[in-house]
């Protein structure tokens, strides 16, 4: 009887979560159901994103969390209009009410850059080897304002100046292959903020980097987004970079969000067993571990398993294989998301156990 009772209790508090058809209204970005198939022709079609929802604010930073393979990059991709013509997309991605999936191509000029703009893993290979940093960074000012070239350069030289760049003028002048690489990232960084975009996305910019010039390019982009009011999606396999940085954090694994909410709240409480798993390889979260322990020879944690390859046809939940939560129920069927607080979403049949 009393298991009864405590069974119809959970029921009666799955039933009453809110349903998630789709974000909030007043956001800068709006995805919703966004599902991605790269089809190359007498290839298997691999489901890169599968019904993604997602809202971004203005000045927003969301960090987008995930391990190889779980789908950041379409993503991205997705948003500005860069997926390959084998990419098969359902849903919409609504930036500042227009439909960026029924975009024309000639269109797309006048919206990166100027209203959504990207900051790639490796901006060294973005820029041209053979322009000098002032001139790529005035180009994207050229593309969007035609005016006179004083005022370009004057404009220019602030954006290298607000990305770090103290000596702008050395800088201005100089081909790729003269600066370091801390400086094409900061390069980079004026780039993509030069025409102050409304949204501006990092795909794992700071991956190539040691831990000192992160910080140091992390910071940069941080204010900048709080100069400019740019919101900024943030990609990156390492949930260590988002604390202290992105204001919100959605967990990716195999094309879906499987875990959104307030960072600080999620780390301090995941409920989605692979987020759980994620944040374990945190060294700080582990007690006595870090350095030392990779010092002296000790295994470092792993989740056990891997993505596996994605299948269309899967019934269940994908990460169920790797999950130390499973129960029958996570192989026969994927869980839909459920808000079990408000910020905060999972899909899970077991969140929080
Ligand atoms: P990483 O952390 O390694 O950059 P990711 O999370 O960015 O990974 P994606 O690059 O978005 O992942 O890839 C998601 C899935 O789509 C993977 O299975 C990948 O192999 C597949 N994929 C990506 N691009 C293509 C493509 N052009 N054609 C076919 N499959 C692709
Ligand atoms: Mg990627």
Redesign the pocket.
Known sequence: MLYLQSGWGIFALVSTLDAIPCPCASALLQVCGLTVT?A?RG?RP?P??RGINLDVAPGEIVGIL????????????SLLGL??A??QVEGSVLLEDEDLTKTADSRWAAIRGAKIAMIF?EPGLSLSPVMRAGDQVGEVIRAHRPGARKQRDQEVEVALKDAGLTESGRIYKAYPHQLSGGELHRVAIAQALVCRPALVIA??PTRSLDVTLQAEIQNALRDMNRKQGSALIF?T?NPALLTGFADRVLV?YA?RIVEAGPVAQVYRRPLHPYTRGLLQLVPERREGAGLASVLTGNRLPVIPGH?G??DSSAQGCAFEPRCAARTARCQAEAPEEVAPEPGRRVSCFNYGK
Do not use: F, N, R
């Open positions: 790269y190359p290839e691999v890169a994103l995930g391990e190889s393979g779980s789908g950041k990059s379409t993503l991205a991709l997926l390959p084998s990419a893993q795909d794992e990609i396999h990716m094309g993505l390859d994605l």
